[in-house]
């Protein structure tokens, strides 16, 4: 939700043992009903291609709790053996989660519980899935309409003239190639509002369209107040999300099915998740096999205007698309490469063995 950048307070929301980086969801939102996201429960896809690891968590943030979510990697698969409550005297209590289609876990909280341990599966290198034609994502997004209802691909904003036409710009792109210029588009008109704080309370309750037009109302305001500070071409002022809200509106003129996810962005080499980490970003549901689909996260968090906020939004944000693909390609060549490698080793092992 809607957040103060530069609230002092924060508290400790879970215990990373292992540092992992990544968007910790704590929930998926497919459908806009004018003023509230909610869940579609569509299947996604949580196999894994590459080498995976496991890593284990501890919520703390547990509190007058009778239930709570367990927050993983979008694409990690929680793993039902290993969720505990650890009550007083360091006791463990096997606990069973109930796991939805999303892949989200939720576990009721025993009484004197005082902290929870889950371990989740994640991929070494996440991959991201192949291209798609637009044909097939066309086929792909009726499908979904018609199992899951319209709502989970219709427009959920009225875009200003601007949005409108950078959305025509994109026509005769492959999809893949859409999604990132949705991205680099949101980066790119975004201005990070520092001191959001001074207007939450304005926003609270917004639609969507409000919103957005809100943001441009706010760009001109801190534009009038810094001047020359702030770049010409930077037209939305917001936070994280905010951003994922423009993102997802832009997707769904696109043609995507597409929503919103909440959570915590952990920073590469972090143990500690807080408030202050507490994140947004927009998705785009991906066709992937027969009768399941996986998220492409697209973070539109655009970069700060000094060094200072620039390291600080780095760590608050997710790689941008086009740089996940290029790294999934890279690793994916090396990987290739290990295995002719691994098979001329074998070829040479059997020449030395004789025919018994």
């Known amino acids: 939700t809607d957040g103060d950048p530069r609230e002092a307070r ?29 869940k579609v429960m ?24 009778t239930r709570a979510l367990l927050p993983k990697l979008i694409h990690g698969a929680i793993i039902p053996e290993r969720v505990k409550a650890i009550i007083a005297g360091g006791v463990e209590v096997a606990l069973e989660p109930e796991i939805n289609a999303l ?19 994640i991929e070494e290198v996440p991959t991201l899935p192949p291209p798609v034609s637009t044909k097939e994502y066309e086929k792909f997004k009726k499908r979904y309409e ?4 319209a709502g989970i691909g219709e ?20 999809p893949m190639e859409k999604l990132e210029a ?20 304005e926003k609270q309750g917004l639609s969507l369209s409000e919103n957005l037009s809100y943001m441009q109302t706010r760009m001109r305001e801190l534009k009038r107040r810094e001047g020359k500070n702030i ?10 999300s905010d951003f994922a809200k423009l993102t997802t509106a832009l997707l769904r003129e696109a043609g995507f099915v597409s929503g919103v996810i909440k959570g915590f962005q952990v920073a590469p080499g972090e143990k500690t998740v807080t408030t202050k980490s507490a994140h947004g970003v927009a998705f785009a549901l991906w066709p992937s096999g027969v009768e399941k689909s996986t998220m492409i996260v697209l973070d539109g968090t655009p970069s700060g205007s000094t060094p200072e906020e620039e390291a600080l939004l780095t760590s608050q944000r997710a790689p941008a698309l086009s740089e996940r693909k290029k790294i999934s390609l890279e690793k994916r060549a090396e990987s290739a490469e290990d295995g002719k490698k691994k098979l001329a080793e074998l070829e040479a092992l059997l020449k030395n063995l004789d025919e018994e």
């Open 10 to 38: 924060s508290e400790n929301v879970l215990e990373l043992r292992e540092p992992i980086s990544g968007m910790l969801a704590t929930g998926a939102y497919g459908s806009y009903s004018g003023r509230e996201w909610k």
């Open 42 to 65: 569509f299947p996604i896809d949580l196999s894994h291609d590459g080498e995976t690891r496991e890593v284990t968590a501890e919520l703390t943030a547990i509190g007058g709790l």
């Open 103 to 121: 892949g989200e876990a939720s576990v009721a909280v025993p009484t004197g519980a005082e902290r929870i341990s889950y371990s989740q599966t």
């Open 146 to 149: 018609k199992q899951f209802g």
């Open 155 to 174: 427009s959920v904003a009225e875009l200003s003239d601007e949005l409108d036409f950078f959305v025509r710009t994109l026509e005769g792109m492959e």
């Open 182 to 201: 949705i991205e680099a588009f949101v980066r790119e008109v975004g201005y990070y509002d520092f001191d959001n704080g001074e207007v939450r309370s």
């Open 231 to 240: 770049s010409t071409h930077k037209k939305y002022a917001g936070v994280c």
